[in-house]
């Protein structure tokens, strides 16, 4: 029983390790990645010895389903907790006869961040969002109008 423990705890820390291993491999510089690849690597050979002991292999499927489940479901969660928000502008162009649907739904939505101009039929939104929150609520407005848009992340100089 003590060894299932064992193996449970080792498999658990082995998901975590490797996901995050494939996030710095994918988002990080050359030596962040070797250096998390590396540890991975040399902690997985813990895990080959504990992997090939003689206990049921339906348990150590299990177990290691299981661990997968939470060690990789935890470390997203912290990715997006982690996550700073960006600005975004999201492009609208809206035909004339909706604009002022438009604006009055911006006003009841409370969104205030954004400009607009004339493009003969029609006008082009430009709206700011600084926050997902303010992203989601954009999205949600746009749901109501057939409009064709596109999205823009802001860049760090």
């Not at 449970?8 to 490797?18: D, H, P, Y």
């Not at 996901?19 to 690849?37: E, M, N, P, Q």
């Not at 109501?144 to 992340?153: A, L, P, Q, R």
Request: aromatic letters at 18%; charged letters at 20%; one cysteine or more.
């Amino acid at each position: 029983m003590k060894f299932l423990l064992v193996f449970l705890f080792l498999s658990i820390i082995n998901v975590i390790f490797s996901t995050v291993r494939s996030i710095t491999t994918i988002k990080s510089g050359k030596v962040i990645a070797s250096l998390v690849s590396g540890g991975y690597f040399a902690f997985y050979n813990i895990m080959l010895i504990y992997t090939v002991a003689d206990f049921p292999m339906w348990a150590k499927c299990l177990i290691t389903f299981i661990c997968n489940l939470i060690g990789v479901w935890l470390v997203k969660w912290v990715e997006e907790k982690m996550r700073k928000d960006k600005l975004w502008k999201v492009e609208v162009t809206v035909p004339n006869e909706q604009v002022e649907s438009l604006l009055a739904d911006c006003l009841y939505m409370n969104i205030e961040h954004y400009s607009y101009w004339d493009a003969y039929k029609y006008k082009v939104f430009n709206f700011y969002c600084a926050t997902q929150k303010e992203s989601a609520e954009v999205r949600e407005l746009l749901k109501n109008y057939n409009v064709k848009y596109f999205v823009t992340e802001s860049k760090a100089l």
